[in-house]
């Protein structure tokens, strides 16, 4: 498995990847092509496609703080879902440092939802009690009510508070 950062859309998988992004999450939980270009040379910022033997099996769009990682978006490809893909990007991604991950996922409130936690917590991830709220990334809609999972233990209702406040102007360009 290679992973490769993209800090530009030169690379020649980038809009292959884009498409995954645009397929993989709905509207109000993906960031729009223009910012993304604009935060993709950040330097916390990382856009990963994830490639095997040449084939694009995923994506990895996550932040690298000083004290957390924050995984913004993770996804397989489609045809290739099932077939533990996702589990091996996400352990190796888990293990390559020793910072915690946060990362959202949506209200047990469908089965879909409840798959992707339980899929999160086998691999060592704890769902956070706390509600979360992502602000819109488009004009005009409301904030994403959200959980965090974290890994590798909790968080608690201060350390969640302690990373919108610090991390969420630049992720979600809140004011200052």
């Known amino acids: 498995m290679e992973h490769i950062r993209l800090t530009d859309t030169s690379h020649r998988l980038f809009y292959e990847a884009w498409e995954l992004y645009e397929q ?20 916390d910022y990382h856009f990963e496609v994830v ?5 694009l ?16 978006h993770f996804a397989t490809a489609a045809a290739l879902r099932g077939q533990g893909h996702g589990r091996s990007i996400l352990q190796t991604f888990v293990k390559h440092d020793k910072h915690p991950v946060l990362l959202e996922v949506e209200p047990p409130e469908s089965e879909i939802n409840r798959r992707r936690i339980r ?9 956070n009690p706390h509600f979360y709220q992502q602000p819109p990334y488009h ?7 959200l959980l ?6 909790t968080i608690s209702a ?3 508070a302690a990373f919108t406040r610090l991390h969420h102007p630049l992720i979600y360009r809140t004011a200052q």
């Open 24 to 43: 993989a999450f709905p509207l109000e939980e993906r960031r729009p092509l223009l910012w993304q270009l604009e935060i993709m040379p950040h330097a």
């Open 51 to 55: 490639l095997q033997e040449e084939e």
């Open 57 to 72: 099996l995923g994506i990895l769009l996550w932040w690298g703080f000083e004290e957390v990682r924050f995984l913004e």
């Open 119 to 127: 899929f999160y917590e086998q691999n060592g991830f704890n769902l």
């Open 139 to 145: 004009q005009g809609q409301q904030p994403v009510t």
């Open 148 to 153: 965090l999972m974290s890994y590798p233990g």
């Open 158 to 160: 201060e350390d969640a």
